[in-house]
């Protein structure tokens, strides 16, 4: 299984962007997606997961865009969407998709990164 992400670019600050990412078949082994982000220089940081188990889901988000990024996703069709709005500068990175085939979310599929670019 293979993850497929698209929807970065190049943007200016205050605009909003949608990343969207899914899997290259369905698969019912899936827990959990997300979004992590590595910008120049710096370690991979966590972003947004979305995940279900027993018919609930779960929302998390890093501090860094609580209140002004969004994710969604379809479990059955294994797609995990994420917008951002208020984008600045310091949200520039590459930004990864990730699936986790276990509960506890060690997210274990990776796609290829997205480049997202907030011009100030």
């Known amino acids: 299984v293979q993850l497929q992400a698209s929807g970065g670019g190049l943007v200016q600050a205050g605009d909003s962007l949608r990343l969207s990412c899914e899997t290259s078949q369905r698969t019912s082994s899936i827990y959990g997606m997300g979004w992590f982000r590595q910008a120049p220089g710096k370690g991979r940081e966590f972003v947004a997961v979305y995940s279900w188990n027993n018919n609930a889901t779960y929302y998390g988000y890093a501090d860094a865009v609580k209140g002004r990024s969004t994710i969604s996703g379809d479990y059955a069709k294994n797609t995990v969407d994420l917008q951002m709005n208020s984008l600045n500068p310091d949200d520039t990175a590459v930004y990864y998709c990730?699936?986790?085939?276990?509960?506890?979310?060690?997210?274990?599929?990776w796609g290829q990164g997205t480049q997202v670019t907030v011009s100030s």
């Open positions: 990730a699936a986790s085939q276990s509960a506890t979310l060690d997210f274990d599929l």
